[in-house]
């Protein structure tokens, strides 16, 4: 029988006059073994499976069968016993408030102008669920000429409260046509990657007929001439296709407009560009290859190629009638390329922007400049170059934030920031002076003041050099007994970048440091980074979180009976490895929606994103087979050995990540811990990777609420009112 630990503490709660947490303990945190908690009992079954002549056991390859009763069982149980090793307490309730509080915010939205009126969506305070608004626009106005005021007079398009038993249906926006009277909106039903596609004339407030079924959906917009829709259907069987459907004719005479020949490891997007007279088709091969394809939409529609046949990402833009394209082609940290349409041979193509130290994230045209953000060391910076790609300034973008900037009417510009201590704030810029003015501001109930972000450097197992981002408290002593929540990703080329965050700064009121480790795998340092941490390499990214885990204690800011790990996706995947590979070295897991069972990724055809194979390998193929065995969490579980307390997460509409997987991975765990520590999965029947997991408002305050408290029990924080504001 297992044994988990409860908790006993006699505590008086109080809140500051900013309605900050605050707990003093007259106490210390005692633990208890409760011997009557255990885990629900699971069937193990002796399947085992050949791969490559290798046999692998699968004893709880039985719980991939989610819609069988005993598995519904079995699910029941687990989230029973996970509410009871959590338990109700006042300090989960004063948490779950707090976090509340500090998420019940309105954030002024963007709107998207369509005939007389800007279009919108919005949760208000007290709402579950954002719902789509519009405003009419006064004589002369532009949707972008104020801020629009949350609390304002709105006119209601669709509302989704209602719809749903748990509010799990949305609503989202797509696109308008030319004339604005029509709109393609998106209903999800929980964090489901499918959609349904709808149009509907938002001047009669009817739906046409025009409707796409239940299905993985890339671009979809209006023609430019308003007689129809593109739209990319995707499928795990046969791979994406583009598809046009002309508005009044049914959907099973729509055409295959290309991609014909694609598998389901692509992706395709598609855009209408130069007025309508061109299709612009882009082929992703996982995260590190693209093809571009364009066609002339006059005459015969014949397909030119302008690439296919080169190892490297193309992300492409058309301004002004030409081709833009951003790309690692013979330059590591990218490089920005032009193209004429009219002669696309690779020989004609035009540098415009060479490779620079750092890396090019993305650029923006306005007028006769290029704005371009760079990646430096994971923080944004904008440069702003000429036509001839000569170097003319650059727009100040503050220490440790991400940045972005956007055109907002002539001349002017739209700058947005953030980091880990501050929300984020929009300025509006007179690009010919400098002078910047506030545009807006998310105001949350929480002040930076007593806080610091550093960034430190550590070595990896093989000598690689990578940056950690540390935020804690100004007083907090490096005395090895601070709770630290460490955190990373660490793949499919995305960089963790500075972001504010209501929970990790509900976390830093608790007393709590956080960490965020820059990872292989990622792009912050070009597209050899990138290819340092996939496929045959991605033992890579386990080791730099490894090393990350390592300096925390080594400096003295935590030890690993105070040390937490969370990731979620590809960075449960990443906590997964960490903890069957060094569970000493933490004392509690996060794992949320994880990709934990690598080796049987290719048949989990239901609920797998096909492309992500050509990240992590295919375990089809020998070679990719032996990487992902030595690494895959679910196989690498070992019997009798001490791993620290988990916490699992996902929901049965993930159709990205296997749910199934982490059903097993929390099977193997719980039978094979001799740590005492508990072992427990929260399962949500709507919840899944889109929508920002697909639930509503307070099911996330409270499923957050739930989590954090796990990690407070667990790394036995004391909660002191003088770490808070």
Known sequence: MMNVYGYKAFFFLMKTSRSILSITLFATVTLSCDPELSPPKTIVDDRVEQMHGVPIPDPYHWLEDRTSTETQDWINQQNQYAEQ????????????????????????????????????????????????????????????????????????????????LENTTR????????????????????????????????????????????????????????????????????????????????????????????????????????????????????????????????????????????????????????????????????????VDLEN???????????????????????????????????????????????????????SFHRASIKAKGEKKAQLTVESFLTPSTTYSIDLASGERSLWSRREVNWSPDNYVVEQVWRKSKDGTSLPMWIVRHKDHKLNGKNPTWLSGYGGFYVARKPGFSATVALWLELGGVYAVATLRGGNEYGESWHKAGMLLDKQNVFDDFISAAELLIDQGYTNSDRLLIQGGSNGGLLVGAALTQRPELFRAVLCGFPDVDILRFPWYMKSNNA??????????????????????????????????????????????????????????????????YPVILRYHEKAGHAAGRGLSFNRRIVDTAMELTFAVQELGVRINKDRTN
């Not at 709107?111 to 579950?128: T, V």
């Open 344 to 398: 696309p041979g690779r020989s004609n193509w035009r540098e415009v922007i060479p490779e620079k130290k750092h890396v090019m994230e993305s650029f923006l045209k306005i007028e006769d400049k290029f704005y371009v953000t760079y990646l430096n060391n994971g923080s944004n910076e904008i440069k702003v170059f000429d036509e001839q790609g000569d170097s003319v300034g650059e727009i100040s973008v503050p």
């Open 85 to 164: 090793v959590v338990g109700n307490s006042p300090v989960r309730t004063q948490i779950e408030e707090r976090l509340k509080e500090l998420n019940e915010i309105a954030i002024s939205p963007s709107p998207r102008e369509a005939g007389d009126y800007h279009y919108f969506s919005l949760r208000l305070p007290g709402k579950d669920l954002p719902v789509i608004y519009r405003k009419k626009l006064q004589e002369n106005e532009k949707a972008d000429s104020s801020p629009i005021d949350p609390f304002g007079e709105f006119e209601t398009v669709l509302d989704p409260h209602g719809l749903s």
């Open 171 to 338: 609503f989202s926006i797509i696109d308008f046509n030319k004339e604005g009277n029509l709109m393609l909106y998106s209903v999800r039903d929980g964090g489901e990657d499918e959609i349904r596609i709808r149009t509907r004339n938002v001047l009669t407030s009817t739906d046409l007929p025009d409707s796409m079924p239940r299905s993985l959906y890339g671009s979809v917009f209006f023609s430019h001439d308003q007689k129809g829709v593109y739209y990319v259907k995707r499928s795990r069987t046969i791979g994406p296709r583009v598809m046009y459907h002309e508005l009044g004719t049914e959907i099973f005479e729509d055409q295959l407009i290309f991609g014909e020949n694609c598998v389901p490891e692509q992706f395709i997007n598609v855009k209408e560009v130069n007025d309508g007279r061109h299709l612009l088709f882009t082929v992703q091969h996982g995260w590190a290859k693209s093809e571009v394809h364009f066609m002339h939409m006059a005459g015969d529609k014949a397909v030119s190629t302008i690439v296919d046949d080169i190892e490297a990402r193309f992300y492409t833009s058309f301004i002004d009638g030409e081709l833009f394209m951003r790309t690692d082609y013979s330059a590591d940290k990218n490089r920005l390329l032009a």
């Open 611 to 676: 492309p992500a194979l050509l990240e992590y390998g295919d375990s089809r193929i020998p070679e990719h087979f032996q990487a992902i065995r030595e690494y895959s969490p679910y196989q690498n579980v070992v019997s009798d050995t001490d791993y620290p307390a988990v916490m699992l997460t996902t929901g049965n509409l993930d159709s990205r990540v296997p749910p199934s997987a982490a059903l097993k991975m929390t099977a193997r765990l719980q039978a094979s811990t001799t740590s005492g």
